[in-house]
């Protein structure tokens, strides 16, 4: 099957999925998840990724991320990422073949409610798997981060979080942040897909500004009203956002002769 052609829309919150070849549960170990961590940090340290969230699973990862470095800060994090964790995998199981799905997801979130909302969303994953009863008992999250900032080997950047939720500052913010996650643990918190499956997330005119810039590539796709807002919907094969226009492999394939500095791995 071809590749989507991807488009690079700066200055916008991406809620980034990315899953596991075949769906396999190629995370279910918490060597490998610590890894993925590790290396998100590693991203954070040597490209500037500004991360807001981020969640690793047994078979995906969700990482929500604000795009203000330039156009080549995600892709180039994702692909060390990725690549990384799946070398590394593949090198301790002597295994062969893909470790990721071949392309991630990146959905354009709009910021304050919409990205507080989806903040929050990611924040329960493992709740609503059945793994935990509460997000703080989940590792390898962005939950306890958020609540108990850390001052060394940060990965999350908290003011910056703060801001874009619509917040004036970080004490505001975390208190604001706890009360939305236990007000939902109270309801119904079943998958909302249109937070990982959609182009963008947001306002109506949000959305349609986001539609107005693909242009011709987002001709026959519907905006529709969700429960949080608006969605621009995918079409029926997979859309995935770029940031460079080019095709780029993030599978394990993909070789880095860096040092590994452990010092800050998040365990």
Known sequence: MARAKRHYMPGQVWHITHRCHK???L???KIDRTRWLHWLYEAKKRYGLVVLNYTVTSNHIH???FDERG???IPQSVKLIAGRTGQEYNARKNRKGAFWEDRYHATAIQTEQHLF???AYIDLNMVRAGVVTHP????FGGYNEIQNPRRKCAVIAYEKLAELSGFSNYGNFRESHYELVYELLGENISRQKWWSESI???SESFVEAIKQRLGLRAKGRKIN???EGFQLREDIETYITDFDGKNRDIGWQNTYLVGVNDECTTS
């Open 200 to 202: 963008a997330v947001g």
């Open 63 to 65: 990482l929500l991320v």
């Open 27 to 29: 995370l279910k170990l």
């Open 117 to 119: 909302r989806c903040l």
């Open 225 to 227: 009203e969700i429960n």
């Open 136 to 139: 703080s008992e989940w590792q």
């Open 23 to 25: 769906r396999d549960f």
């Open 71 to 73: 156009r080549d800060v």
